[in-house]
């Protein structure tokens, strides 16, 4: 058992997997978007996209884009939930949290995309 | 298709311009001539009408009398109108049907259409002329590699057979006189897309004058040539960039080979043979008094070989009877040359010979493929036919020219230097033709930089066969030979090295291997199906013109034959492979990943990014 790869699957899994809870659920509802959960995944995803860079593999090169773009869509969607509220603990309108989720939705295909790399990786190497 | 219609239309002159005559005075008189309305009144017909009834009147749809019943004048004048302008459409017609079967417009639209095509392709194809048996032996090999072909011959019934051969995609044929410069320009040799001129007719002297028309009109072109004849050959050589493939001259080396080294002929047969196919056998003529018969063109170089191996030999050009057999000395002869140009002749030749003797070995020349049964019955040691021959060699020398020299190399080695390469071919093959490729570092060393990372040491040979799934663990494949461009250090105590090709081209033999062939490496360039791509590491492909420089030639090339599985790997230094096809893409893993290196050295899996090195308290790099 390699402890790198250990970590390594588990950010990756994890940022998808966070993502996918923040996502899922009727865009409009506030009670079904719970803003925690999507620090949570903004969070793990950077710790994801910063485990990968410097890998001079081109498995490794993908890897690095698609956490880019999944970090990119997540932090977009938490500063403008940021920007819409002001700060205050008033629920965001309808169509901002519809926004904010489908940037969410878009991170998922990409973190999606990371796992399936991840996952025909280990396939193909048998080492 | 500019030229086309042109043609079309001035063929067209007359009747056109008859129709228009015809056209112009039924309008006119049909608008002159009076008629009356639905009223009685008078009435006159636009220009517009009349052209419309005439119109379809004078085609014979007949519509009827619009938008008035006629008057009986301007039936009579209908009626007339009829029979001229119906004459004049059959005319027109006639005409246009009498052009598209005449020879002279068919070729001319045959030719544009190809030139059309051609112009269209966008991807490698190469130019073969003769579409005799090594023309289409070849044209299928290409078709096989999936490279496109375009086809030059001048009997109009051998491009009949290409549309009933089950070519993957149908090579663009025209039926044209290679030897006219048009011709090679219409079949687009100097388009940078082109890769080869390979000329395959069944005469010497249309060969040279293609291969020197196409030297003309595209220096760059790589072009080869199918010619036995030694002047011919020797007036080539001095103009140069011209492959010379000599199948009389093969057979006489293979001929002369099986005699010395068997072992030799059978290392090239298996390396020349489709990957795969079960390995020839090696068996060895016997020594001593030779008969040779038939074709003067033919057994003269043979008879030349056999002699320098230090036996007796006779030869007995031209019709041959049993008389000149035994003139030939076949009472005491171990064994019989049978090449007559024809292949009952051949075969009668042996049986008369073996009834003689009977325990004479045989090699008889092949003429026609469809003689094969014929073939068969005389049991021949050897079976010769020139399409079997030629089709290697041109595939090779333009896929892997590597292997072309590393097969000359061969030839002059002593046996048992040959005897450990067959050995390590079947160690990797069994009993099968093995897969061939060249594994290709790019001369800039970007590839080796990567591979090797900070580590002092280079990269070796055996770690290019490395699994890249399990490092550790060696894939069955075997490195023949090493080309480096200039003797690095890392290699000299190897003991297999021969001097540049320059220098055994000018030793002897034929100009096998034109300065060019050295040139125009790339195979990656050449073929686009995965299959046959190069495992090339960089992105340095020479360009099409830079090849040519004098100044890109390699001055002083060495192979090494064997080479020992510690030699450390140069920038530009080129391995030809042998072992099945997959290990060649899993090599091609080794050489793009580097942590796979890097595990083999360190034993353990490298930690791949950043953070994970510097968690490891590795060194950056």
Known sequence: MNLEKVIFGFFVVLACTLNFGFFIGDMTRHELHHPGELFAAVVVNLIALVLKFGDRTQMGAIHLGTSLAACLQLVTAAVLWRWVSGGSDEPVPVSTLATVVSLSGGALVANGVSVVLLIGETLRQSR | MGDILFLVLRRLRAPLIALILIYAISIAGLVAIPGVDAQGQPWRMSYFHAFYIISYTATTIGFGEIPFPFTDAQRIWITAVIYVSVTGWAYALGTVFNLSRDPAFRAAAARSLFVQRVRRLREPYCVVCGYGRSGREVTEALDRLG????????????????????????????VADARRPESLRDAGIAKPECRAVIALTDDDETNQII???????????????????????????EFGGVQVIDPIHRFAQVLQASMISPIAVQVEQTLSAAPGSPRPTSSSLPRGHWVLAGDARFIQPALKAVLATGQTASASPGEVGEDDLRRAGLDRAVGLVAAASSDADNVGMVSMARRIRPELAVVIRQNKAFNQPLIDTARAD????????ITPEVLSSLTTPLLARFLDLVRDLPA?????IAALIESVSGDRSPW???????????????LQGEAKSGLRLSELQCDPREPTRSLPMA???????????????????????????????????????LRLAPL?????????????????????TGTLSDEGLPAAQTMRW?????????????????????????????????????????????????VFRWWAGRPRH
């Open chain 2, 382 to 389: 050897r079976v010769f036919r020139q399409s079997a021959v």
């Open chain 2, 562 to 610: 064997l080479p020992s599985l510690d030699l450390e790997l140069a920038p530009g230094d080129q391995v030809l492979f042998a072992g099945a096809q997959d290990l060649q893409f899993l090599q091609r893993r080794v050489l793009t990943d580097p942590t796979v290196i890097e595990h083999l050295r360190s034993g353990a899996e490298p930690p791949r990014s950043a």
């Open chain 2, 524 to 544: 990656g360039r050449l073929i686009r199906a995965p299959l046959q791509v190069r495992a090339r590491t960089g992105l340095t492909a020479l360009g099409r």
């Open chain 2, 147 to 174: 490279v496109r072909v375009v086809l030059l011959e001048v009997d109009p019934q051998r491009v009949a057979l290409v549309e009933v051969q089950p070519f993957s995609r149908l090579p663009i044929v025209l």
């Open chain 2, 211 to 237: 291969a020197i028309g196409a030297r003309v009109l595209d220096p760059v072109t790589r072009v080869m040539a199918r010619i036995s004849d030694a002047r011919i050959q020797d007036s080539l050589a």
């Open chain 2, 436 to 450: 061939i490729w060249t594994c290709e570092l790019d001369p800039a060393g970007a590839t080796l930089k990567m």
């Open chain 2, 479 to 517: 490195p023949l030979a090493v080309l480096r461009a200039s003797d690095g250090p890392g290699g000299t105590d190897q003991p297999g090295r021969v001097a540049g090709a320059h220098e055994r081209a000018a030793a002897g033999g034929v100009a096998s291997e034109s300065a060019l062939a």
């Open chain 2, 416 to 420: 048992e230097e040959v005897q450990r």
